[in-house]
C-alpha cells in the first residue's frame, strides 16, 4: 500500500489524538486581533475554512497564495490551510523592501496575497489579484466555516511552497518544495530532536524561514504546543519561557546571543534551565557562544546545517552519551561542528572542497529556473557552495563559502545584489562586498569602494542609499574606501583575498 505523504497528515493527527488539547497559544501582542489559545480541533477547523474561501475566491490547485507577516497563528495555520487542500504556500521575508516582494509576487505569479497589518502602508502599492490585510476585517472573507472545501488528491511530489532566498544571484530564487520533501524533513528533524506531545515550542524563528524549518508541522504532528512570538527579544524570550513552560526552541546564533545578554540581569534563576533545548543554525555559532548555553542558562544546544534548498535539515549535532564526561569547554569544541547526515541524507566533499548532499529533503529545484535547477542540481548532488570537510568521526565541519553568500543574524544576503544598489551611486567606480566577522550577527556586511575621481561621497551617505533601497539586514554596516580592488587577469573580484585581513585571526572564514 501507498498512501502519498501530505503536510496535512500532521494536523489531521493532531486534530484526531489531541483535538481538545491547546495547539497554538497566539501572539497577544499584535496590530491584528489575536486569536488566543486555539485548540487543535479549531486549528483544523480553520484550515478547512480557509481551503474553502480560497475555493470561493476561485483559487485552483497548484495556484499561489503568498503571505507577508510576522510571526502569528494566521501565518502558521495557512501552512496547512494552503498547501494542505492542493495549493502552493509562498511565505515571504517581512523583512523585504517593497520592490523586492513586488518581484516574488510576479515571479511566482501569487494569485493571493495576505499582508501582516503592520505591513499594510509599506506595501501598499504592491498589487494582486486578491489582496487582503489579516485580521479581524477580513477574516469573513478569508475563513468560510460551514462548507466543505472541494476535494484534492494528495501528490506528495506536487509542489507544497515556493519559499524565496537569496543566493550567488542579485534576485531571489524560488525553492520548490515538495510535500515530500517537507513531510520527511519535519519528521526526521522531529525525531532527532526529540519532539514528543510534552513540548511547548516557542516560535523565535521566523515562520518564513524554509517553513519555520518545519517545526510548524513536527510540532503539530505530535500534539505539542506553539507559542507564537511576533519579534524577537531576549527579555520577552526568558519571560514566555518561564510564563509557559516552554522545551524547546529554535534559532540563529544572534537569538542565543540576545538571550544571554538578557540572562545577566534576570532576576533569579534563569527560566527553563535542565529543561530547554534549542537548535540553533544559520551561521555557524562560536564555541564560547555554545559553552555558556549550557553553563550560564543551563539550556541544551543542537547545531542544524542546511539550506533553504534542503528544507533545511542536512546534519545535526547533539551531545553524545560518549560526551557526557567531558567538560562544558570540551563538549562545546565538539559541538562546534556542524554534525552527522539526517537519515536518508548523504554528503560528500568534491575536489574543489564544496560539500555536497542528496536526500529526500532536497529541493525538485528552483521556480521557473531550469538552467540554474540544473546546475544546483548536476550529476545528481545537490551543490551547496559551502566549504567544507568530513572528518575522521564522519561529522561535517565547514571551513568557508564558496559562493559569496553572507549569513548575518542567520538572514541570507547576496553581495552582488548589495553591490548592484551601490553601483547605482553616482560616485561609485567600484565596490565589492563582503562579510566581515561580527560578534552578535556572526557576520555583518562591508562594502569596499573605489569612489569616482573628485567624489566627496561619506560611508554614510552610501549606507543610506542602500537603506533607502534594500532590506536593513542586507545593507551595508561599514565603507571603506579604497584605491583600487583586487582583481584577477580576468577582471574577476578576488574576494577571498579581499575577506583575509578581516578573518586573519579566525580559524575559520565564517562566523
Known sequence: MRIALNVQDFLNRAETVYGDRVGIVDEPDQPAKSWGELTYARVAELARAQAAALDEHGIGFGERVAIVSHNAARLM?????????????????????????????????????????????????????HRYVMGAGSDEALYRFGVDPEPWTPDEDATATINYTSGTTARPKGVRMSHRSL???????????????????????????????GMPYSITGMGGRHVVLRKVDGREILRRVESHGVTFLCGAPAVVAAVLDAAQDWDGDVPGSGRVR???????????????????????????YGLTETAPYLTM???????????????????????????????????????????NHVMDGYWQQPQVSAEALAGGWFHT?????????????????????????????????????????????????IGVP??????????????????????????????????????????????????????????????????????????
Open 438 to 511: 561580527h560578534e552578535k550577527w556572526g557576520e555583518t556586511v562591508k562594502a569596499l569602494v573605489v569612489p569616482a575621481s573628485g567624489a566627496t561621497v561619506t560611508e554614510a551617505e552610501l549606507i543610506q542609499h542602500c537603506r533607502d533601497r534594500l532590506a536593513h539586514y542586507k545593507c551595508p554596516t561599514s565603507v571603506e574606501f579604497r584605491a583600487e580592488l583586487a582583481r584577477t587577469a580576468t577582471g574577476k573580484l578576488q574576494k577571498y583575498r579581499l575577506r583575509q585581513p578581516y578573518w586573519a585571526e579566525h580559524e575559520r572564514n565564517i562566523n
Open 278 to 304: 534549542m537548535t540553533v543554525a544559520g551561521a555557524p555559532p562560536p564555541t564560547r557562544i555554545i559553552e555558556r548555553m549550557e553553563t550560564e542558562l543551563g539550556w541544551e544546544f543542537i547545531q542544524l
Open 77 to 129: 495555520v495557512s501552512l496547512f490551510g494552503v498547501s494542505g487542500y492542493g495549493r502552493v504556500c509562498v511565505p515571504i521575508n517581512f523583512r523585504l523592501k517593497q520592490d523586492e516582494i513586488g518581484y516574488i509576487l510576479e515571479h511566482s505569479g501569487a494569485s493571493m496575497l495576505l499582508v501582516d497589518p503592520e505591513l499594510a502602508d509599506p506595501l501598499a502599492a504592491v498589487d494582486c489579484r
Open 385 to 433: 557552495g559551502d566549504g567544507g570537510i568530513i572528518d575522521d568521526e564522519g561529522y561535517l565541519v565547514l571551513s568557508d563559502r564558496k559562493k559569496d553568500v553572507i549569513i548575518s543574524g542567520g538572514e541570507n544576503v547576496s553581495s552582488i545584489e548589495v553591490e548592484d544598489v551601490l553601483f547605482a551611486h553616482e560616485s561609485v567606480v567600484e565596490v565589492a562586498v
Open 317 to 359: 549535532n547533539r551531545s553524545r552519551a560518549e560526551w557526557d564526561h567531558l567538560s562544558p569547554a570540551e563538549r562545546a569544541d565538539k559541538l562546534a561542528r556542524q554534525g552527522v547526515p539526517a537519515l536518508g541524507v548523504s554528503l560528500t566533499v568534491d575536489n574543489s572542497g564544496e560539500v555536497m548532499a542528496r536526500g
Open 183 to 213: 513531510w520527511l524533513n519535519a519528521a526526521t528533524f522531529g525525531w532527532a530532536a526529540g519532539v514528543s506531545d510534552r513540548d511547548v515550542y516557542l516560535h523565535t524563528l521566523p515562520m518564513f524561514h524554509c517553513n519555520g524549518w
